[in-house]
């Protein structure tokens, strides 16, 4: 899951080369904040399921949207085109990467703008089409809502303000992307992991650090556990993360996540043990485990 927070310009007062200066400081600031991974919920958007995944004999999907907030929201629906970083970022592009297939064009959907009041839901409907064009592989856009700002309302006197100066408005612009992926034929995937290390932050902070190595035809997405096994046999819970993806045609993802510091957990003994599995909103599968010797 995706977040976009945008700060735009609503009104703006300046000269020709000023002009230019703000145009280019608004790209900066936009290519910078998009696609930051948050909740599905952020901008009081819920979107489930947090994935669009049409393969096999399944030809469409409903996506639910509800408005958890206490104002009525409006959000127009498009579908962009990301590519995924080696540390998990992502970035805005136009055209695919080598091994990069777009879905965009083998989707459809149905309404593209919604308005929800508070407690409100809404399906969309989303539908493969030109399925004879579609040769064996994996397709990826991600779909893109974007809340649309409330217009000013009718009548409302606009104040005079110096035209020699620079008059800026500020107003939030959320959106939410989840991914939309196609696959045809007989896929594969696996995944291991590789360069584990522990590193104590700030001589404080238990740290784990690791690559995720995927190789196959798809993308893969799941959760990760990290356990905490003493000398003696005690197994603790210490980390979780949800969500992690590793999208084609990237190979590999670098990942970090902070530990807890619990009771009967010493980090220069034992071992750790980190299995990375399926979400809990499909079948049950382990896709990777390994475990880390504490000195």
Same mark, same amino acid.
């Given at each position: 899951?995706?977040?976009?927070?945008?700060?735009?310009?609503?009104?703006?007062?300046?000269?020709?080369?000023?002009?230019?200066?703000?145009?280019?400081?608004?790209?900066?600031?936009?290519?910078?904040?998009?696609?930051?991974?948050?909740?599905?919920?952020?901008?009081?958007?819920?979107?489930?399921?947090?994935?669009?995944?049409?393969?096999?004999?399944?030809?469409?999907?409903?996506?639910?949207?509800?408005?958890?907030?206490?104002?009525?929201?409006?959000?127009?629906? /498009?579908?962009?085109?990301?590519?995924?970083?080696?540390?998990?970022?992502?970035?805005?592009?136009?055209?695919?990467?080598?091994?990069?297939?777009?879905?965009?064009?083998?989707?459809?959907?149905?309404?593209?703008?919604?308005?929800?009041?508070?407690?409100?839901?809404?399906?969309?409907?989303?539908?493969?089409?030109?399925?004879?064009?579609?040769?064996?592989?994996?397709?990826?856009?991600?779909?893109?809502?974007?809340?649309?700002? /409330?217009?000013?309302?009718?009548?409302?006197?606009?104040?005079?303000?110096?035209?020699?100066?620079?008059?800026?408005?500020?107003?939030?612009?959320?959106?939410?992307?989840?991914?939309?992926?196609?696959?045809?034929?007989?896929? /594969?995937?696996?995944?291991?992991?590789?360069?584990?290390?522990?590193?104590?932050?700030?001589?404080?902070?238990?740290?784990?650090?690791?690559?995720?190595?995927?190789?196959?035809?798809?993308?893969?997405?799941?959760?990760?556990?990290?356990?905490?096994?003493?000398?003696?046999?005690?197994?603790?819970?210490?980390?979780?993360?949800?969500?992690?993806?590793?999208?084609?045609?990237?190979?590999?993802?670098?990942?970090?996540?902070?530990?807890?510091?619990?009771?009967?957990?010493?980090?220069?003994?034992?071992?750790?043990?980190?299995?990375?599995?399926?979400?809990?909103?499909?079948?049950?599968?382990?896709?990777?485990?390994?475990?880390?010797?504490?000195?």
């Amino acid at each position: 899951m995706s977040v976009i927070a945008i700060r735009l310009f609503q009104k703006v007062n300046f000269n020709k080369w000023q002009n230019r200066f703000v145009v280019l400081i608004i790209g900066i600031v936009f290519f910078q904040v998009l696609f930051i991974n948050s909740i599905s919920a952020q901008g009081n958007l819920l979107i489930t399921p947090r994935r669009v995944v049409l393969e096999g004999n399944k030809k469409s999907i409903d996506l639910n949207l509800a408005n958890t907030g206490k104002d009525t929201a409006t959000y127009s629906i /498009s579908l962009v085109h990301i590519r995924m970083t080696e540390s998990g970022g992502f970035e805005q592009i136009t055209e695919p990467d080598p091994g990069q297939n777009f879905a965009d064009k083998y989707l459809r959907f149905f309404p593209r703008v919604v308005t929800l009041a508070p407690n409100e839901a809404q399906v969309v409907k989303v539908q493969l089409v030109r399925t004879n064009d579609l040769a064996p592989g994996e397709y990826r856009s991600h779909f893109y809502f974007r809340a649309v700002p /409330s217009l000013k309302p009718l009548g409302e006197i606009e104040k005079k303000t110096d035209t020699t100066s620079i008059s800026v408005s500020l107003k939030p612009i959320f959106g939410i992307t989840i991914p939309a992926i196609i696959r045809v034929g007989d896929l /594969s995937v696996k995944v291991a992991f590789s360069d584990v290390v522990l590193e104590m932050a700030g001589d404080t902070i238990p740290r784990l650090k690791m690559v995720f190595i995927r190789t196959g035809d798809k993308s893969i997405y799941g959760d990760l556990s990290v356990d905490y096994v003493s000398p003696n046999g005690t197994k603790t819970r210490v980390g979780v993360a949800n969500g992690i993806a590793v999208y084609t045609p990237n190979t590999k993802r670098n990942f970090q996540l902070n530990l807890s510091i619990k009771p009967g957990v010493d980090y220069h003994s034992g071992k750790l043990v980190m299995i990375f599995s399926a979400p809990s909103d499909v079948k049950p599968e382990k896709y990777a485990e390994t475990e880390v010797s504490l000195h």
